[in-house]
């Protein structure tokens, strides 16, 4: 059954809730964007229909496995997210650069922009979360804030599917929090930098 392209209004509110996935677990986005699209379940852009290869739901489900185990390690989570910065956030612009192809280069351009700011604020906003829990001695409130963080990109992505408007949205208002915390998710991601660069260090 071939499914209806989405509509520009449709597309950008799509694009507005997967950045923000992406920067929450940009494996997780992808894989569920393609098991999505193989379920006919959403229209991908012509750009984006390689996410339905199995191959690549393949390989991004099996790195969200690997970052399932990995954010949740105590210290090493730290340098793992701190180089996921620079995953997270040029994938989150590439979908929205590919899923902008019909536009002209320069809103193609403007949508890759947002995209990749989006991520980051979702990231920023992660870090900062992650801030306020990784004092706590009990290692519970940081595994679940991470289930939580895997949860929510899957459920923003699928959600984004079936009612766009609405979790865009959402994503929004996430967004607007965000960037009222701005201090506070500066120095969370710095943070997360100079804490990678201590573990980084002890390990050589």
């Known amino acids: 059954m071939?499914?209806?392209?989405?509509?520009?209004?449709?597309?950008?509110?799509?694009?507005?809730?997967?950045s923000f996935?992406?920067?929450l677990n940009v494996y997780a986005t992808v894989a569920t964007l393609g098991l999505l699209a193989r379920a006919d379940l959403v229209a991908l852009p012509p750009a984006l229909q390689m996410l339905a290869s199995w191959y690549i739901i393949g390989a991004s489900?099996?790195?969200?496995?690997?970052?399932?185990?990995?954010?949740?390690?105590?210290?090493?989570d730290l340098v793992w997210n701190a180089l996921h910065t620079f995953v997270r956030v040029?994938?989150?612009?590439?979908?929205?650069?590919?899923?902008?192809?019909?536009?002209?280069?320069?809103?193609?351009?403007?949508?890759?922009?947002?995209?990749?700011?989006?991520?980051?604020?979702?990231h920023g906003g992660k870090m900062a979360a992650r801030a306020a829990v990784t004092p706590s001695p009990e290692p519970l409130s940081n595994f679940a804030l991470s289930v939580g963080e895997d949860g929510l990109a899957v459920f923003l992505t699928w959600f984004a599917?079936?009612?766009?408007?609405?979790?865009?949205?959402?994503?929004?208002?996430?967004?607007?929090?965000?960037?009222?915390?701005?201090?506070?998710?500066?120095?969370?991601?710095?943070?997360l930098f100079r804490g990678a660069e201590r573990e980084l260090s002890a390990g050589t």
């Open 161 to 191: 599917t079936r009612h766009p408007y609405w979790t865009a949205g959402i994503v929004l208002v996430a967004l607007a929090a965000i960037v009222i915390m701005v201090r506070w998710v500066v120095r969370a991601l710095r943070s």
């Open 21 to 23: 996935a992406a920067g």
């Open 90 to 122: 040029p994938v989150a612009a590439l979908l929205a650069y590919g899923a902008t192809a019909q536009l002209s280069p320069g809103m193609q351009m403007l949508a890759a922009v947002a995209g990749g700011a989006i991520a980051l604020a979702a």
């Open 61 to 76: 489900g099996f790195m969200f496995l690997v970052e399932f185990f990995a954010d949740k390690i105590p210290a090493f």
């Open 2 to 18: 071939k499914l209806p392209a989405l509509g520009p209004g449709e597309l950008a509110a799509l694009l507005v809730a997967t």
